[in-house]
């Protein structure tokens, strides 16, 4: 399975801050990104997607995509109290159905 | 739709006990995967199933671990005999099968169970 590495957390941000999170992967082959948050005791659910590279905007949420760099991130904007879980990386190669996942950042918003 | 169904949601027993867990995929969906995630290892795909049909068990720990999908509303992964590593919440997650315009297929996970071997 390809490696997924994530920005060791736990990451504490202030309300209304911006929280970034980092995943980088070693498998050249991989195609297509996601983000996961998971809440605790709770199951992963899919809050982004990204194939090209760049930006995608979803909400307060923007995934950036460096194939070159090997390279995704995730930017939460105007942090909330709700968003304090666990984000999960999760890369496939092209119409391979596995995903792999890195270890997950914990992000903490404080009030 | 209900979403991906598991059951028990939690499970406590004795090592070298049987443990099945079960699932039941989003109706329609032809992609069943089960993973284990552990503070340790984080989340693992053990195995997953097109059609019914096991395609990769490439993650499967050791042959005490077995799944099953008898039909495509139904599958099982078993554990024979349990052992106290083999605790962990075990997720199911079912998808479509079908690319979208960003090349993603997105797995929608079930509740998990959280196995316990004392």
């Known amino acids: 399975q390809k490696e997924v590495e994530q920005n060791s957390g736990p990451l504490s941000v202030p309300e209304g801050a911006i929280a970034s999170l980092n995943c980088t992967y070693s498998d050249r082959v991989s195609q297509s990104f996601f983000w996961y948050r998971q809440y605790s005791g709770k199951s992963p659910e899919l809050i982004m997607s990204i194939y090209s590279n760049g930006d995608k905007e979803d909400g307060r949420f923007t995934a950036q995509l460096n194939k070159a760099s090997q390279y995704v991130s995730l930017l939460i904007r105007d942090s909330q109290p709700s968003d304090s879980a666990t984000y999960l990386c999760a890369v496939n190669a092209a119409y391979d159905y596995k995903l792999s996942f890195g270890a997950g950042t914990t992000v903490t918003v404080r009030a | 739709d209900a979403g991906v169904i598991q059951s028990p949601r939690h499970e406590v027993t004795e090592m070298g006990q049987e443990v099945t867990l079960r699932c039941k995929p989003i109706?329609?969906?032809?992609?069943l995967f089960w993973y284990r995630q552990t503070m340790m290892r984080g989340l693992e795909l053990l195995i997953y199933f097109n059609n019914n049909v096991p395609i990769d068990d490439s993650g499967m720990p050791e042959d005490r671990f077995s799944a099953k999908m008898p039909n495509a509303s139904f599958s099982t992964l078993k554990i024979q005999p349990s052992e106290p590593r083999d605790s962990a919440v075990y997720f199911c997650a079912s998808s479509s099968g079908v690319w979208d315009r960003q090349h993603t297929d997105t797995q929608y996970f079930g509740p998990g169970t959280r196995l316990t071997v004392l």
């Open positions: 109706s329609g969906h032809d992609y």
